[in-house]
Structures are given as structure tokens and as C-alpha cells.
């Protein structure tokens, strides 16, 4: 398994940034594995936002996220970044960190997630 650790979370307001940043313990590894972020607000489930292939080259975006979020990685520092745009009160959830098992096409289904960071609150405010 590969550890993930997830940083920049926070308070914004409406219509707000922020980028969050996902670190990855196993060098040699993460260059090959498809990365994306899922969230989960109180009493909801837990909803892919985004992933992105192990090269960078495909990607992948919730509806709801689309045009507002940007998925990005750094092979060369084993980090994987959520750049999130025009925040609004429907984007407050605990944002998870995900490392797929296969394509980042087939990690948009939680249960094509093989390893998870613990989260972090991104809250909206309006």
C-alpha cells in the first residue's frame, strides 16, 4: 500500500481557492499509479471528484467539479495536487487522497481505490 498524506484543507469563503497537496511515501511507486481525490460531506457518501493517470496524461472530473477544479501531479516529488476554484458551500466535505488499483478512469468507483489518506476539511463559507 502506499501511505498518502493530505495538506491544505481550510476555511474559505464563497467563490474562494484553495489547493490542496498529497504527498506519497513510496518513492518508485507512485510514478506508476493513477492518483485522484474523493470527498464526503456529513451523512453523505463518499463521491470521486477527481483522478488523473499515472503520466499526467488522462484526466478525470466529477460534473459537479468540472471548469472549477484542476487535478495535477509532480511524479518527481510523489505529489498529487487539487487546485479548486470558485469554492462554493456545496464543496465543504473531507477531502480524501486516493491511490487507484488500476486506470484513473476505473478509480472514478471508490472500490477501484487501493489506498486512502486520512482527509482533510476543506469548509466554505458563504
Known amino acids: 500500500q502506499v501511505q498518502l498524506i493530505e495538506s491544505g484543507g481550510g476555511l474559505v469563503q464563497a467563490g474562494g481557492s484553495l489547493r490542496l497537496s498529497c504527498a506519497a511515501s513510496s518513492e518508485g511507486i507512485f510514478s506508476i499509479k493513477p492518483m485522484g481525490w474523493f470527498r464526503q460531506a456529513p451523512g453523505e457518501e463518499r463521491d470521486f471528484v477527481a483522478s488523473?493517470?499515472?503520466?499526467?496524461?488522462?484526466?478525470y472530473y466529477a460534473d459537479s467539479v468540472k471548469g472549477r477544479f484542476t487535478i495535477s501531479r509532480d511524479n518527481a516529488k510523489n505529489t498529487v495536487y487539487l487546485q479548486m476554484n470558485s469554492l462554493n458551500s456545496d464543496d465543504t466535505a473531507v477531502y480524501y487522497c486516493?491511490?487507484?488499483?488500476?486506470?484513473?478512469?476505473?478509480?472514478?468507483?471508490?472500490?477501484?481505490?487501493?489506498?486512502w489518506g486520512q482527509g482533510t476539511q476543506v469548509t466554505v463559507s458563504s
Open positions: 486516493a491511490a487507484g488499483l488500476t486506470t484513473a478512469q476505473a478509480m472514478t468507483v471508490a472500490r477501484n481505490v487501493g489506498s
Open positions: 488523473i493517470s499515472a503520466q499526467g496524461i488522462a484526466r
